[in-house]
């Protein structure tokens, strides 16, 4: 049955009382229907604006790589905020792309073009949206991980400060008068941050005959530095491993070093530990599927849904989703100091 709705409200308008099909629909439900068409129009016409915001403030021949990039990854979608970052972006990249950018670091350049030293700090959306705006610059695919975003800005001639990332250390020598700071601490047990500052000016570290412990989380390492034990050498990723902490491992096995790894016992912890492995060649110790079953509880944390399997131990990851807990690496204090005190 098909009904005429100009004859349908004329009649409720001349028999309802209360007006046509508008207010008797209303009536009804209690709310004015909804123009679905002109909801839909009106959302699609807010995703669209700061994208046009971007092409008219970039003039460039990879700006349409970098809209369509945000129009599909959605980046900017239902943002209150995403006409601000498509200009502050552009600001950022017209500037950068110039022939004539002299070498800076990224809170300068944030704090002179936007105002705000921390603008563009890896955990903004500014950020992303920028990084996309200068692969397509280059004509290279988006990086994920951060090495490969560093070099990406470094291309540009903004490059990382040399003090914010550092890497924990207990018992690292090395030679030379640079390094004659690390050597009064490995022989006195303190615990160390390296620097990139530190890393420029230092060559081969200094192990001896010892083995290197490499763990994911510090108080592993201060609870090391407080046995007072000198006999190994201690780097401590502090969760996943930044540019400092890969660019010592990266020495360490260049170098011929043999590397033990312990860490966390979960999804995350699991990745990093087939990184370190895959990347530096580091033997994971005290991780097998025994040491995770004598160490799981039920009261612990629960694993998370995304599974990433262990490439040393496949019954590992077996004992792991039958379980579904996680063992923080800080729960295995008596084990690790037990193990390295009859160790060599």
Known sequence: MRVDLADLDQRLRDRSGMGGLLEVLTAIHGEAPKDRPAARATRNAARQRPLDRAAELVDAPWADTWIEGLRRTGLLTAREDALRIVEDAAKVLNELVAPSVRPQSRVELAARLLGNAHALDADRVLHRVVIRGLAAAAGVGVPEATPGVVGLWSRFGIEPDLLSRTCLVLGLGAPGVAGERLGLAAESGDPVHITEWDLRRLGAFDVGDRYVLVCENPRVLEAIAETGDLGHVVVCTSGEPNLVVTEILGRLHEGGEHLRYHGDFDWP????????????????????????????????????????????????????????????????????????????
Do not use: C, K
């Open 269 to 344: 912890g699991i990745g990093i530990a087939n990184r370190v492995r895959e990347n530096f060649g580091a033997e994971p110790w005290l991780m097998a599927a025994d040491d995770y079953v004598a160490a799981v509880r039920r009261e612990n944390l629960p694993l998370g849904p995304h599974v990433i399997e262990p490439t040393w131990d496949a019954e590992l990851g077996a004992a792991m989703r039958l379980h579904g807990r996680a063992v923080h690496e800080e729960s295995m204090l008596a084990q690790i100091l037990g193990h390295l005190a009859t160790s060599t």
